[in-house]
């Protein structure tokens, strides 16, 4: 079959990699791509944010599935319009994307099935926001409700920390994003990741994982979008995923199909876990970035069966093969990131680099200028590796980086510290 990714990331990479090693995989196409991307597949260019857009392209170059990767398109409605043009969709309508695109949404779902998560209020003005953060005191995290790009939250240790946030938010540094802010209760706890697909009512899990979000080792300095991630996530126990399944994730699934607008794609879920409970943080539309990678390097080729299961609505009689495996990425970033970075800078060394089923460069911010990988993002590859266990998979990564010849990149030198 002929298959469309949308996207440009180490993500879309690192399905477009486990897609091509699937014989069901005819022609693979990926809008926008990258260099490490275009190594492996065609590349287009066109606007992927617009469904008119999308659908054309879909119905030009006979495209069979298409696999939708960020959340822009997601939440602008972009599987509505190709499933109303009858192509065969991985990913949520816009109606159900709003799990992720509104916090309050969410939140009022958590409420109506009962799910675990911190207590809020949500607010649309910056004076009754502020009088509830004094009653409430600090610790408190404050959240602009729409898509902010992951820079949304504040999660502030102090009063004066969570007003000025309030002023931020009203004063338009998140855009319209920041118009309704929701505060919630701080939670306290180990954070992990859960993704799972659903067809609209059925559900399979396809890995947990834990990523580093700050930019500095020991989980220091700014946060990013990721600087590594590994799976499996050893918080996530038999117990708590099954306290997870039953009180968030089923509820979560069975209201969204009640409200007719069921969800049919992967469900990201964030949970805070203390004393063995698991509390919903957040939920997300889309596979994370970087932990997309290590999922894909335990999945391999049967990730495009179960996202075409998940597509067609026969998640029920799909099971994920599992290698008692474990899998680690180390962002390589752009120095300056997450602040600003120059463009342009050469990358050298992968060429020597193995590629296989345990060791991936996964490409994102990459370009190919002069026969040469350039930079052109701040996160910029992915290097990935999987072993028989997470020291292996780390020893492995690290091992990659080494011979990596890049001075204008820097990465972290502790991703797993929590779980080695
Ligand atoms: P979100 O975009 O909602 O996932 O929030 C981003 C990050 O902020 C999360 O991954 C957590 O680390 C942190 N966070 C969000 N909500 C809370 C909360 N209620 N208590 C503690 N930390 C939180
Ligand atoms: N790595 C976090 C995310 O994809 O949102």
Same mark, same amino acid.
């Given at each position: 079959m002929n298959i469309l990714i949308l996207g440009s990331g180490g993500r879309?990479? !690192?399905?477009a990699w486990a897609v091509m090693q699937n014989p069901k995989c005819d022609k693979l196409i990926v809008a926008p791509g990258n260099?490490?991307?275009?190594?492996? @597949?065609?590349? @287009?260019? *066109?606007?992927?944010?617009? &469904?008119?857009? =999308? #659908? %054309? *392209?879909?119905?030009?170059? !006979?495209?069979? *599935?298409?696999?939708?990767? /960020?959340?822009? /398109?997601?939440?602008?409605?972009?599987?509505?319009?190709?499933?109303?043009?009858? =192509?065969?969709?991985?990913? /949520?309508s816009k109606a159900a994307a709003q799990l992720e695109a509104s916090k309050s949404f969410t939140k009022e779902i958590c409420d109506a099935s009962g799910a675990p998560t911190a207590g809020y209020a949500h607010f649309t003005d910056p004076e009754a926001a502020k009088a509830y953060i004094r009653e409430q005191g600090a610790p408190i995290v404050v959240k602009a409700d729409g898509l902010a790009a992951g820079k949304g939250v504040i999660v502030a240790m102090d009063l004066d920390t969570a007003l000025a946030a309030i002023d931020d938010m009203f004063g338009g540094e998140f855009g319209a994003a920041g118009a309704e802010v929701v505060i919630e209760e701080f939670m306290d706890g180990e954070e992990a990741s859960w993704f799972i697909l659903c067809d609209g009512e059925n559900v399979l899990p396809v890995g947990t994982a834990q990523d580093h979000k700050r930019v500095g080792d020991g989980d220091t300095g700014l946060n990013t979008g990721g600087m590594g991630a590994y799976s499996p996530a050893p918080v996530m126990t038999d117990s708590v995923v099954q306290k997870a399944m039953d009180e968030i994730v089923k509820p979560t699934v069975a209201e969204m199909a009640k409200r007719g607008m069921p969800y049919q794609g992967v469900l990201y879920a964030g949970f805070m876990i203390k004393d063995g409970q698991p509390r919903l943080v957040e939920y997300n539309c889309r596979f994370g970035d970087p932990e997309c990678q290590v999922l894909m390097m335990r999945l391999g080729a049967q990730a495009l069966d179960l996202m075409l299961a998940t597509a067609d609505g026969t998640l029920d009689q799909a099971q994920v093969n599992w290698a008692d495996d474990h899998a680690m990425t180390v962002v390589m970033a752009a120095n300056g990131y997450p602040g600003a970075y120059e463009k342009g800078s050469a990358i050298r060394g992968l060429d020597a680099l193995p590629e296989d089923s345990k060791n991936m460069v996964f490409h994102a911010g990459t370009a190919e200028k002069d026969g040469q990988i350039v930079a #052109? &993002?701040?996160?910029?590859?992915? =290097?990935?590796?999987?072993?028989? %266990?997470?020291?292996?998979?780390?020893?492995?990564?690290?091992?990659?980086?080494?011979?990596?010849?890049?001075?204008?990149?820097?990465n972290r030198s502790d991703i797993g510290w929590r779980a080695l």
């Amino acid at each position: 079959m002929n298959i469309l990714i949308l996207g440009s990331g180490g993500r879309e990479h !690192a399905l477009a990699w486990a897609v091509m090693q699937n014989p069901k995989c005819d022609k693979l196409i990926v809008a926008p791509g990258n260099a490490g991307i275009a190594a492996i @597949a065609e590349c @287009a260019t *066109f606007d992927i944010n617009d &469904g008119a857009t =999308v #659908v %054309s *392209f879909v119905e030009e170059n !006979a495209i069979d *599935f298409v696999i939708i990767g /960020p959340e822009a /398109p997601l939440a602008a409605g972009v599987a509505d319009d190709l499933r109303a043009a009858g =192509v065969l969709t991985f990913g /949520p309508s816009k109606a159900a994307a709003q799990l992720e695109a509104s916090k309050s949404f969410t939140k009022e779902i958590c409420d109506a099935s009962g799910a675990p998560t911190a207590g809020y209020a949500h607010f649309t003005d910056p004076e009754a926001a502020k009088a509830y953060i004094r009653e409430q005191g600090a610790p408190i995290v404050v959240k602009a409700d729409g898509l902010a790009a992951g820079k949304g939250v504040i999660v502030a240790m102090d009063l004066d920390t969570a007003l000025a946030a309030i002023d931020d938010m009203f004063g338009g540094e998140f855009g319209a994003a920041g118009a309704e802010v929701v505060i919630e209760e701080f939670m306290d706890g180990e954070e992990a990741s859960w993704f799972i697909l659903c067809d609209g009512e059925n559900v399979l899990p396809v890995g947990t994982a834990q990523d580093h979000k700050r930019v500095g080792d020991g989980d220091t300095g700014l946060n990013t979008g990721g600087m590594g991630a590994y799976s499996p996530a050893p918080v996530m126990t038999d117990s708590v995923v099954q306290k997870a399944m039953d009180e968030i994730v089923k509820p979560t699934v069975a209201e969204m199909a009640k409200r007719g607008m069921p969800y049919q794609g992967v469900l990201y879920a964030g949970f805070m876990i203390k004393d063995g409970q698991p509390r919903l943080v957040e939920y997300n539309c889309r596979f994370g970035d970087p932990e997309c990678q290590v999922l894909m390097m335990r999945l391999g080729a049967q990730a495009l069966d179960l996202m075409l299961a998940t597509a067609d609505g026969t998640l029920d009689q799909a099971q994920v093969n599992w290698a008692d495996d474990h899998a680690m990425t180390v962002v390589m970033a752009a120095n300056g990131y997450p602040g600003a970075y120059e463009k342009g800078s050469a990358i050298r060394g992968l060429d020597a680099l193995p590629e296989d089923s345990k060791n991936m460069v996964f490409h994102a911010g990459t370009a190919e200028k002069d026969g040469q990988i350039v930079a #052109v &993002g701040g996160r910029v590859l992915n =290097v990935t590796a999987r072993g028989d %266990s997470l020291q292996e998979a780390r020893d492995r990564a690290y091992a990659m980086i080494d011979q990596i010849d890049w001075p204008e990149g820097f990465n972290r030198s502790d991703i797993g510290w929590r779980a080695l």
